[in-house]
């Protein structure tokens, strides 16, 4: 790749790079990810799981900052909208899986540098489009707030919950919020799915990685599909108990991608 299109500025070449072959996904590679996904967490459990601790704080803190600023009324949709950054924050477990699967030997030093040198990388326009797909998430529940719950009048959180979740406006808010949000996931799903796992495996831009993406979930749309819907549990059901499921549904996930990516692309000497 033309050096140029690495670092923090916009790439100058916009030639187009040769997106690589995908293959056919099935049941039957979902369950070998996953097995080798949990393989990898029980392979180095501290330093995995530290990465589900700092994700789980970074929430907890979130959390904390809108009580603070007394806005709570967007606790609700910020926990329903945080998975979305999940797949930039697993960028250490992709490297922690790629150096397992080489066989190389590594600690807590040599993941977070490569972690950390991926702001160099394609990896940080990536995750302009991951931060930026969740403030539209958080934009348009303000929208929706306005539009649909505009006569409604609630003081602090639990006379938001009461509205939300007791009266026909507040269902109304749910089902059209929940829809939005579904559109949302897809997209950023779509293109994400393997492209942080391949920007960091592979020299290739941003752009590339995410029509690779787009294409692996388009030839294999009830497969991935699938795969969505099991992140999408996992994550939410992970948020109930004050964040700390994700200590260990994280790191599992994020080994679970690199895995599916290597089986859904072709490697570049094929």
């Known amino acids: 790749m033309n050096p140029k299109t690495a670092g923090d500025t916009p790439?100058?070449?916009?030639?187009?790079?040769?997106?690589p072959k995908v293959n056919t996904v099935t049941a039957d590679d979902i369950r070998a990810a996953l097995k080798s996904g949990f393989s990898d967490f029980l392979a180095r459990p501290i330093l995995s799981g530290c990465f589900g601790v700092f994700y789980a704080a970074i929430g907890l803190l979130f959390v904390?900052?809108?009580?603070?600023?007394?806005?709570?009324?967007?606790i609700i949709p910020a926990i329903a909208g945080f998975p979305l950054v999940a797949p930039f924050a697993a960028a250490g477990l992709y490297e922690m899986s790629r150096k397992q699967q080489k066989?190389?030997?590594?600690?807590?030093?040599?993941i977070l540098t490569v972690v950390a040198n991926q702001r160099k990388r394609e990896m940080g326009w990536m995750a302009f489009v991951t931060l930026f797909m969740f403030w539209i998430w958080i934009y348009q529940i303000r929208l929706w707030l306005a539009v649909i719950l505009r006569d409604?009048?609630?003081?602090?959180f639990d006379g938001f919950l009461n509205t939300v979740f007791f009266t026909p406006e507040g269902w109304a808010f749910l089902a059209v919020g929940t829809c939005a949000?579904?559109?949302?996931?897809a997209a950023l799903f779509t293109l994400t799915v393997v492209a942080m796992p391949m920007l960091l495996d592979r020299d290739v831009d941003f752009i590339t990685a995410m029509l690779t993406s787009i294409r692996v979930v388009k030839d294999n749309p009830v497969v991935m599909l699938g795969w969505a819907a099991i992140i999408s549990v996992t994550m939410l059901v992970s948020l109930v108990p004050a964040f700390l499921g994700l200590i260990f549904t994280?790191?599992?996930?994020?080994?679970?991608?690199?895995?599916?990516y290597q089986r859904a692309v072709e490697p570049e000497d094929s």
């Open 152 to 156: 409604a009048s609630f003081s602090g």
């Open 103 to 110: 066989g190389e030997d590594f600690g807590w030093a040599d």
């Open 64 to 74: 904390w900052c809108l009580v603070w600023l007394d806005q709570t009324w967007v």
């Open 181 to 185: 949000g579904a559109l949302l996931s």
């Open 250 to 260: 994280l790191p599992i996930l994020g080994h679970t991608t690199w895995h599916l």
């Open 11 to 19: 790439p100058g070449d916009l030639t187009p790079q040769p997106i």
